[in-house]
Nanobody, 119 residues
């Protein structure tokens, strides 16, 4: 069992920045990939960004150049720095962890943190 605790969401104006954090605990030996999914009302869940323990990253096209994912393996924590936020970034952001980026949705999920971007 892996427990994930997110923090850092909130309300921000368009063009602003936020940083999300996700700390993992428990059976962390099973984690290679960590990342963030988001879901906006009425929309499908989508991958925002992910990173492996080796530092390989993947980003959604919609956030490339604006969001940066990073990871502190010693702290078992992943971060998502979000710059130049847009109203369409408004969603619940979920931390996810698993064996690979491709399969981490079958792993562990956090409870989610709300990000709201006002225009």
């Amino acid at each position: 069992q892996v427990q994930l605790v997110e923090s850092g969401g909130g309300l921000v104006q368009a063009g602003g920045s936020l940083r999300l954090s996700c700390a993992a605990s428990g059976s962390i030996f099973s984690i290679n990939a960590m990342g963030w999914y988001r879901q906006a009302p009425g929309k499908q869940r989508e991958l925002v960004a992910a990173i492996t323990s080796g530092g390989s990253t993947r980003y959604a096209d919609s956030v490339k150049g604006r969001f940066t994912i990073s990871r502190d393996n010693a702290k078992n924590t992943v971060y998502l720095r979000m710059n130049s936020l847009k109203p369409e970034d408004t969603a619940v952001y979920y931390c996810v962890a698993g064996l690979t980026i491709a399969t981490m949705t079958a792993g562990s999920w956090g409870r989610g943190t709300q990000v709201t971007v006002s225009s």
